[in-house]
T-cell receptor, first 114, second 113 residues
């Protein structure tokens, strides 16, 4: 069974204090790893897709990296507007479904204090 | 281009009542999904569709039915609502099998009393 574990569950940072969020996974036949941002009362918003170990992608203050067992979302000099829940999901072939499916972690709630 | 839209945004039901949630997308996507999100749990797949006229069960399908009569619409039905179905429901769509990103709607918050 595919599993995705995100840590920490919640993280409070001072504005400008860089940190990392972790997503560890066990999956058979990883096709891709996704990061989404979710604001309160909104749907998940796509951030990144990573396909192979060693791959990195950046967007503004965010950088996502991937190894064979985990992914990190690095947040450099965060601002209050970066406060959100960050979701990690792995995409793999679901044999019973006959298509690729996403398995989500529970998310990390990030709060950036001015 | 509105992307993925969901109707209604909020709904309160009594146990045993029925309702239908509507998801619409204007991106000509083949794949559509219904998820539920509960506190302390990740998004869980209820049902999905790989094209017009097709539906399939996801991880937590019991108590729900779906239909995809038109490519742009994916309906989620609750025939007899139960308090355990209190949740936030998200619809998502994906272009086709060999494109990966799922795009999500804004969600429907459902409370069953």
């Amino acid at each position: 069974e595919d599993q995705v574990t995100q840590s920490p569950e919640a993280l409070r940072l001072q504005e400008g204090e860089s940190s990392s969020l972790n997503c560890s996974y066990t999956v058979s036949g990883l096709r891709g790893l996704f990061w989404y941002r979710q604001d309160p009362g909104k749907g998940p918003e796509f951030l990144f897709t990573l396909y192979s170990a060693g791959e990195e992608k950046e967007k503004e203050r965010l950088k996502a990296t991937l190894t064979k067992k985990e992914s990190f979302l690095h947040i450099t000099a965060p601002k209050p507007e970066d406060s959100a829940t960050y979701l990690c999901a792995v995409q793999a072939w679901a044999i019973g479904a006959g298509s690729y499916q996403l398995t989500f972690g529970k998310g990390t709630k990030l709060s950036v204090i001015p | 281009n509105a992307g993925v839209t969901q109707t209604p945004k909020f709904r309160v039901l009594k146990t045993g009542q029925s309702m239908t949630l509507l998801c619409a997308q204007d991106m000509n996507h083949e794949y559509m999904y219904w998820y539920r999100q509960d506190p302390g749990m990740g998004l869980r797949l209820i049902h999905y569709s790989v094209g017009e006229g097709t539906t399939a069960k996801g991880e937590v399908p019991d108590g729900y039915n779906v239909s995809r009569l038109k490519k742009q619409n994916f309906l989620l039905g609750l025939e007899s609502a139960a308090p355990s179905q209190t949740s936030v429901y998200f619809c998502a769509s994906r272009l086709q099998e060999y494109t990966d990103t799922q795009y999500f709607g804004p969600g429907t918050r459902l409370t069953v009393l």
